[in-house]
């Protein structure tokens, strides 16, 4: 990425590679698994099925992530360089895979505060990838989401 605000696309494939990734998760992977793994998953209703799949989508992310954000805190020999300017694209497009989502089941989980936080999340990573700057700080913000297996499985 460079400070001209020109979109370096070295990494789109991966991140693209992502995007279909996780809607193949959300829509084939999940369901065939969870009913599996778990025979009531079949008897929740439509809404849970969707809530269901949703988390374990956003769980899946968000264990790849910080796996990710740890081992490029400590390894990463660019960041360590240079820890003001890098790239992060992929959680863009997680935050926009898991946004369509919402967007087609809007009646059945949709919740404009969701809508807010994928927003902002994206625009923040989208700002980090168009500029690379701060992945410090971006990888900070995503260590947190080493939380979200916790909380999906309130």
């Known amino acids: 990425m460079t400070t001209t605000g020109v979109l370096d696309t070295t990494y789109l494939p991966v991140a693209f590679g992502s995007f279909v990734a996780f809607m193949i998760i959300y829509k084939y992977a999940s369901p065939k698994l969870s009913s599996l793994i778990c025979p009531k998953y079949q008897h929740l209703s439509e809404q849970q099925q969707i809530n269901w799949n949703t988390r374990t ?34 959680p863009f497009l997680f935050s926009l895979s898991d946004t369509i989502v919402m967007a087609v089941h809007y009646k059945k989980i949709g919740e ?17 990838s168009m500029f690379g700057v701060l992945p410090y700080f971006s990888n900070y913000r995503l260590l947190s ?3 979200t297996p ?3 499985q309130r």
Do not use: Q, W
Not at 62 to 80: A, E, N
Not at 112 to 128: E, G, I, N, R, T
């Open 57 to 90: 989508m956003s769980s899946i992310h968000s264990v790849i992530m910080g796996y990710i954000c740890i081992y490029t805190m400590l390894y990463d020999p660019d960041v360590r360089k240079d820890p003001i300017c890098s790239s992060t694209l992929s």
């Open 112 to 128: 404009p505060f969701y809508f807010l936080h994928h927003a902002s999340a994206a625009y923040a990573f989208f700002y980090v």
């Open 145 to 147: 989401e080493i939380s």
């Open 150 to 152: 916790l909380v999906n």
